[in-house]
């Protein structure tokens, strides 16, 4: 790893432009949005596109939930370290934690691999990382395509580059989907802490943490592990935790996967407010890692990464405490990071840090 900080390194610079990205996803979705209208009825769309994952009406006792995603280029952190069983795990715990939000249950998942050359380590390390995230999910993996890319995929590894991505179908029973349209000012934002930096932002982490590929081995002080330990642990599973809010019967208004973006999520919701985050945990870690390293604005980082949050939790604030439990009973963690204000503009306020995000950004 370098000594030698950079000033101001941003994600763009690290070779992915989100604001980019936004202009061409408003280019792909002026066309995508209009096939709403060709299914009405059985099978039609419920939530707005866009959200953490979309509802189709079926029957009036059940919905289908469905949404895809995948790792981004933690499978090059991977190719470096010679692991991919974390990769397996995250194509499943990116889908899962997208399909829960919408207080769907997780039911089943097809995925999408591309690769090189059909190695069996590789293979069948990604198969045991499947198969162990599913068991804690409860889905069956039910179907898949294995693709070979011999002369257009590239990685570290000369014959090991890979991609992998997940489609995941959930179960919503006779209740409305949770979409934020319930959340009042006054409502509580929990948070469920992160397992590291998931499966997002780690081209700007490779950025600053491997300059080499050596560097996989180097030791991060801040986390008391190798760069390869750190960046390849594992996505955290929410289900079993929200699956117990749920049959809890606690009001639950919103519930956000904190993944690319941060805790810009939240805008997702179906609420113009104001999500006001007044005690958030001290992020370190990683991410002190990497600001460091770095030189990574502070608004940066909180554009980025998770900072230490992968999941949040909007309730009524009398219903505080019977949530904490719920998500206890579950195995969880969780603490009072916010709160909703009626403000107006759909903005997230992070008060220690005195910034303010609103359209995809933070800004002193």
């Not at 006792?61 to 090059?76: M, P």
């Not at 974390?86 to 769907?104: H, K, L, S, T, Y």
């Not at 300059?211 to 592990?225: M, Q, S, W």
Request: a negative charge.
């Amino acid at each position: 790893m370098t000594n030698q900080p950079q000033r101001h390194l941003t994600y763009s610079e690290a070779g992915v432009d989100t604001d980019a990205a936004a202009r061409g996803l408003a280019s792909l979705l002026g066309w995508v949005r209009r096939t709403e209208a060709y299914r009405t009825g059985l099978g039609g769309p419920l939530v707005p596109n866009g959200f953490f994952a979309n509802v189709l009406g079926m029957t009036d006792q059940l919905s289908l939930a469905i949404t895809t995603d995948g790792v981004g280029s933690k499978s090059a952190v991977a190719q470096l370290a010679g692991r991919y069983e974390p990769i397996g795990w995250d194509a499943v715990a990116v889908n899962v934690n997208d399909v829960i939000c919408v207080g769907a249950e997780p039911a089943a998942l097809v995925d999408y691999i591309s690769l090189q050359a059909p190695h069996p380590d590789l293979l069948e390390q990604l198969g045991k990382g499947m198969h162990d995230a599913a068991q804690r999910s409860g889905v069956a993996i039910v179907g898949g395509e294995l693709s070979q890319h011999p002369d257009t995929l590239t990685g570290p590894r000369p014959g090991y580059a890979f991609d992998i991505s997940g489609t995941c179908v959930g179960v919503l029973d006779s209740r409305a989907p949770i979409t934020g349209a319930a959340i009042r000012p006054g409502d509580m934002i929990l948070g469920l802490p992160s397992n590291g930096i998931h499966a997002n932002g780690l081209t700007l982490a490779r950025r600053v943490l491997l300059a080499t590929p050596d560097a996989i081995d180097a030791v991060v002080p801040e986390c008391g592990r190798t760069v390869g330990e750190e960046l390849l642990r594992p996505t955290h599973i929410y289900v079993p935790e929200a699956a117990a809010l749920l049959q809890a019967g606690v009001d639950v208004r919103g519930l956000a996967h904190i993944s690319g973006d941060g805790l810009l999520n939240l805008t997702r919701f179906d609420a113009d407010v104001t999500y006001r985050f007044d005690a958030l945990p001290e992020p370190g870690g990683v991410f002190a890692a990497i600001q460091a390293r770095g030189g990574v604005d502070e608004a940066e980082m909180w554009r980025v990464f998770n900072m230490g949050i992968g999941f949040c939790v909007v309730v009524p604030a009398g219903q505080v405490d019977a949530a904490q439990a719920a998500i206890a009973s579950a195995g969880g963690e969780s603490s009072v990071i916010g709160q909703v204000n009626a403000q107006a503009g759909r903005r997230v306020e992070l008060v220690a840090q005195r910034l303010v995000g609103q359209d995809g950004r933070f800004s002193a």
